[in-house]
């Protein structure tokens, strides 16, 4: 895969479980070849007109530009949040192996191994 086709894709979710679900779900239906759950973040934003503060978890996902799309109409099915975050944000460069793998995770009916 070419380092311009891939995405990373950053999303909220309210704790860890809820993360892991989404990630489990997005990597079975290969439509992220990888989520990284990082625990314990602290959003602060506007909603409904006030200002909020919550304990979240952020969830990492890689994929690629043409899986987005469908991956963010996945995580708006399976999270809670009425208005989830789901960011695609370009990648410039990367390992070129690491690349390949992500590709192969996400072709259909393909297997990939990561080592």
Avoid at 52 to 67: C, F, G, N
Avoid at 82 to 91: I, K, Q, S, T, Y
């Amino acid at each position: 895969m070419d380092a311009r086709a891939a995405r990373v894709v950053l999303v909220t979710a309210p704790d860890h479980n809820t993360a892991r679900s989404i990630a489990r779900t997005l990597v079975e239906e290969r439509l992220a070849a990888c989520g990284n759950i990082v625990p314990a973040i602290t959003s602060i934003f506007r909603w409904q007109g006030a200002i909020q503060e919550e304990a979240e978890t952020l969830l990492v996902l890689k994929t690629s530009a043409d899986r987005v799309a469908a991956l963010s109409a996945r995580v708006i099915e399976l999270h809670p949040y009425d208005v989830p975050e789901v960011l695609a944000l370009p990648v410039d460069a990367g390992l070129q192996p690491y690349l390949d793998w992500l590709g192969a995770c996400l072709a259909p009916g393909g297997e990939a191994d990561e080592s």
